[in-house]
């Protein structure tokens, strides 16, 4: 499969606990996205990266979550001390940026699912 | 405040009937973006819209972009059971990359 892909899937956590999302995304694909979902409701933004930069973070997004793309390859997301409110699904999402005027689709990967109790 | 707006939210339908999702924005964009979700699954894309008048069709699937009026459309024609599914509109600002995205309509096709 070569679609973008998350791990873990599902992961349950404890209220303070630091947790760690990982995408791979589609291969040359050189932007990548961090959005996340609650039930309900539509993806929210919060990070993105062309190559290896972060080029725009949420003002949403509290110091808490940090993301990298130390390659340009995978990404990881990172939630320090979490809290309950941020149960949610984490969508990771990459495309190829050719220039502007492409339609440049997005393609989505399966989620990573956060509870946390 | 960059509004994306569907309506409706939620759509029961029979199947072999015809019915429209509208997507309204608040801002100017370059491009807009339909997608649908399955229950606990991700996003799966079906259209990018990058111009006024666009229109683009797959299979039972039609949306159409008008940018003056900040409206785009997703037609279903005849419908069948398997487009059960949440479909949600996402515009992306000409200021920057972020995709803002609407609520999402809930349709359930019944047999």
């Known amino acids: 499969d070569t679609g973008v892909s998350q791990d873990p899937r599902h992961k349950i956590t404890k209220r303070g606990q630091n947790v760690t999302f990982r995408c791979d995304p589609i291969?040359?694909?050189?932007?990548l996205y961090w959005y996340r979902q609650t039930l309900g409701q539509g993806p929210e933004f919060l990070t993105y990266?062309?190559?290896?930069?972060?080029?725009?973070k949420s003002r949403l997004l509290s110091d808490r979550f940090s993301a990298e793309r130390p390659k340009g390859s995978f990404s990881t997301l990172e939630i320090q001390r979490t809290e309950q409110g941020d149960s949610a699904m984490y969508l990771c999402?990459?495309?190829?940026?050719?220039?502007?005027?492409?339609?440049?689709?997005?393609?989505f990967g399966e989620g990573s699912w956060l509870t946390v109790v | 405040e960059l509004k994306v707006e569907q309506n409706p939210l939620f759509l029961s339908m029979q199947e072999g009937k015809n019915y429209t999702i509208y997507c309204n924005y608040s801002?100017?964009?370059?491009?807009l973006y339909w997608y649908r979700q399955d229950p606990g699954k991700s996003l799966e894309s079906l259209f990018v819209?990058?111009?006024n008048g666009a229109v683009k069709q797959e299979g039972r699937l039609m949306a159409s972009l008008d940018t003056k009026a900040r409206l785009s459309t997703l037609h279903i024609t005849a419908a069948v059971h398997d487009l059960s599914a949440t479909y949600f509109c996402?515009?992306?600002?000409?200021?920057?990359?972020?995709?803002?995205w609407g609520a999402g309509t809930k349709l359930i096709i019944k047999p």
């Open positions: 291969s040359e694909h050189n932007r």
């Open positions: 819209l990058l111009s």
């Open positions: 999402a990459s495309s190829l940026f050719r220039d502007i005027r492409s339609g440049n689709t997005i393609y």
């Open positions: 801002t100017t964009s370059d491009r």
């Open positions: 996402a515009v992306r600002p000409d200021s920057n990359y972020q995709l803002i």
């Open positions: 990266f062309q190559n290896e930069a972060q080029l725009e």
